[in-house]
């Protein structure tokens, strides 16, 4: 019987999807992804997740209650590192935990910890403990996971040329078309925000139905992005928070867009840092137009129209009469 596997639309699920699907379906699994994030599946997960959790984990948790009756196992594993000397956060180190404490009837977790910390051995091991839900045979482990990392590198080609996932499927639209004409904006926030429709309460369409052009990290060399990040003072040791500096620094040098807007979760301990450095960083010259759209599960989308309108109209002024309208206006 072929063994089910529930792959939870949240948290790490657009950065590292492919990479997980390819993984055990080379194993021979099937792989059930929960439905798109709606207003039912939200309710669900704040209605079973502690109130002061961030945003991003209530919706997790709607996606783990979505899967949890139809699939053998969900996929939830344990993240502390995916680069050496970082940590991501703490809630995605104690994400297996959580979820067990908070949804009741769950079937059993893959909730092997990922730790890049650890030597390169360890790692190899993890993927074996991966593999071992399905299958025992180490070489098809090994030959699975080869190819699963070539899903994945081929899926961050493809963001960086400036396609991006929604819902879990690449689009085809170009987001960057180095059209002279148009408006440029940076769109910063975590991968799991932006690319939910819901989460994110649609920015990217919104962005682009105002006809502006967006620029996302993932579309900034990462090595790029880690150099700027190293001329800190200080090591930022929260993986996101390095990429979100390290994309500032890069943006505050290489300033060929009109504004940039900060997507941040309610809730989140490093969004409340690194939001706010974002912002200054922005304006040390009063260069970039900053916007920062903090989002919850009460946020209403009028609100949230209302200041992308304002912000975009604030824009179109300095670029037509007012060059010296103060960024933040
Ligand atoms: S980084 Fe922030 S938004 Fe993401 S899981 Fe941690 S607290 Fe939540």
Redesign the pocket.
């Known amino acids: 019987m072929t063994i089910k596997i529930g792959i939870p639309r949240g948290?790490w699920f657009y950065d590292y999807y492919p990479l997980w699907k390819t993984f055990y379906e080379e194993l021979g699994a099937e792989i059930i992804i929960s439905n798109p994030t709606n207003k039912n599946l939200l309710d669900k997960g704040v209605k079973n997740t502690v109130d002061e959790a961030?945003l991003?984990?209530k919706i997790f948790n709607g996606h783990v209650i979505d899967l949890k009756d139809r699939v053998d196992y969900i996929f939830v594993p344990k993240m502390m590192s995916v680069y050496k000397d970082e940590y991501i956060?703490p809630?995605?180190c104690g994400l297996p935990e959580m979820v067990e404490h908070s949804i009741p009837n769950l079937p059993p977790l893959i909730d092997t910890e990922i730790n890049f910390n650890q030597s390169r051995k360890h790692i190899m091991k993890t993927v074996y403990e991966f593999g071992s839900y399905v299958t025992k045979n180490p070489i098809k482990i090994r030959k699975a996971y080869s190819k699963a990392l070539q899903a994945y590198e081929e899926y961050k080609d493809k963001i960086s040329q400036g396609r991006f996932p929604i819902d879990g499927e690449l689009t085809s639209k170009q987001l960057m078309l180095n059209n002279k004409n148009k408006k440029k904006i940076a769109l910063l926030g975590?991968t799991y925000q932006l690319y939910d429709r819901m989460g994110s309460m649609d920015i990217m369409k919104k962005l682009q139905d105002y006809g502006v052009e967006i620029l996302i990290p993932e579309m900034i060399n990462m090595d790029v992005i880690n150099e700027k990040a190293a001329t800190l003072e200080k090591k930022m040791f929260w993986s996101?928070g390095r990429k979100a500096l390290g994309t500032a620094i890069y943006l505050k040098e290489n300033s060929d867009i009109d504004g940039a807007i900060y997507v941040s979760?309610f809730?989140?301990?490093?969004?409340s840092i690194i939001g706010d450095l974002f912002e200054r960083w922005t304006r040390k010259d009063g260069d970039i137009p900053f916007l920062l759209l903090t989002i919850d599960e009460h946020t209403g989308e009028a609100g949230v129209n209302t200041r992308l309108e304002a912000f975009i109209d604030m824009i179109d002024w300095r670029k037509r009469d007012e060059g010296n309208l103060p960024a933040h206006g």
């Not at 809730?267 to 969004?271: A, E, H, K, L, M």
């Open positions: 948290l961030c991003p984990v956060c809630k995605f975590h996101y979760a809730g989140c301990g490093i969004d």
